[in-house]
């Protein structure tokens, strides 16, 4: 993904609120919505629900005293690997990745939601490596 300025990103957050609320929005855009959490207003039930944040978690972000800022929790991902191909076993091949933020319910139900794939496609993922936003290891 590109560098965008905090302007383009919040056009962009707009435009995604848009084809959420019109029922168009695709997997690709959902899964770009999940990448671009950390810079959804806390409170942005909307937003952060579609992006796979838990409600409960959501729901503290709206609590935030006014005057104060929330903390922001610096958001890390898992990579997880997968082939269309795949459907179980043994895989010797090297297949696609995608990151799946963390703190959701379940990385599986996260991965199906951002892909549109079932997750018998899943080759492998470690949930203890965890990435940031640009793809890069931070444990």
Same mark, same amino acid.
């Given at each position: 993904?590109?560098?965008?300025?905090?302007?383009?990103?919040?056009?962009?957050?707009?435009?995604?609120?848009? @084809?959420?609320?019109? @029922?168009?929005?695709?997997?690709?855009?959902?899964? @770009?919505?999940?990448?671009?959490?950390?810079?959804?207003?806390?409170?942005?039930?909307?937003?952060?629900?579609?992006?796979?944040?838990?409600?409960? @978690?959501?729901?503290? $972000?709206?609590?935030?005293?006014?005057?104060?800022?929330?903390?922001?929790?610096?958001?890390?991902?898992?990579?997880?690997?997968?082939?269309?191909?795949? /459907?179980?076993?043994?895989?010797?091949?090297?297949?696609?990745?995608?990151?799946?933020? /963390?703190?959701?319910?379940?990385?599986?139900?996260?991965?199906?939601?951002?892909?549109?794939?079932?997750?018998? $496609?899943?080759?492998?993922?470690?949930?203890?490596?965890?990435?940031?936003?640009?793809?890069?290891?931070?444990?």
């Amino acid at each position: 993904m590109r560098k965008m300025s905090s302007k383009q990103i919040k056009q962009r957050l707009e435009y995604l609120r848009g @084809e959420l609320r019109a @029922e168009r929005i695709s997997y690709e855009e959902i899964a @770009e919505l999940m990448g671009l959490v950390p810079y959804i207003e806390p409170g942005d039930l909307e937003l952060l629900e579609a992006a796979g944040v838990p409600e409960e @978690e959501a729901m503290k $972000h709206r609590q935030t005293p006014k005057g104060k800022k929330a903390k922001k929790k610096a958001k890390t991902f898992v990579q997880v690997e997968y082939d269309t191909d795949y /459907t179980g076993g043994d895989y010797d091949g090297v297949g696609q990745f995608v990151l799946v933020p /963390t703190g959701v319910k379940s990385i599986e139900q996260a991965f199906e939601r951002m892909t549109g794939l079932n997750r018998k $496609h899943i080759v492998h993922y470690c949930p203890d490596e965890m990435y940031d936003k640009d793809g890069e290891l931070v444990s």
